[in-house]
């Protein structure tokens, strides 16, 4: 099971940017695909992106304004935030999985604790 720590999350005015970073442990981070979810105050945990060796994937919410990335040299994934919005406002979480699919699903073992995000308008 791969550890995750998140980091990057802050406060910031709508129309502004962030930069999240998720750092994993483990040798075979490249094998893994990862995602990113956030969960709102009083709302259930959505998936945000996904990201495997081929493909990434995107909730249409944040299609556009959101770029989700990877380093495997440094066992880390980001998520760039752009244009942010106050229905942004939430935890977000990063999340490890076999596959893409499995990642989008959110059935997941691997979990990071999370780092707030503060849109204000």
């Known amino acids: 099971q791969v550890q995750l720590v998140e980091s990057g999350g802050g406060l910031v005015q709508a129309g502004g940017s962030l930069r999240l970073s998720c750092a994993a442990s483990?040798?075979?981070?490249?094998?893994?695909?990862m995602g990113w979810f956030r969960q709102a105050p009083g709302k259930e945990r959505e998936f945000v992106a996904g990201?495997?060796?081929?493909?990434?994937v995107y909730t249409n919410s944040v299609e556009g304004r959101f770029t989700l990335s990877r380093d495997n040299a440094k066992n880390t994934v980001y998520l760039q935030m752009n244009s942010l919005k106050p229905e942004d406002t939430a935890v977000y979480y990063c999340?490890?999985?076999?596959?893409?699919?499995?990642?989008?699903?959110?059935?997941?073992?691997?979990w990071g604790q999370g780092t707030q995000v503060t849109v204000s308008s």
């Open positions: 483990g040798r075979t981070f490249s094998s893994y695909a």
């Open positions: 990201i495997s060796s081929a493909r990434t």
């Open positions: 999340a490890a999985g076999g596959t893409l699919a499995t990642v989008v699903s959110g059935d997941l073992s691997s």
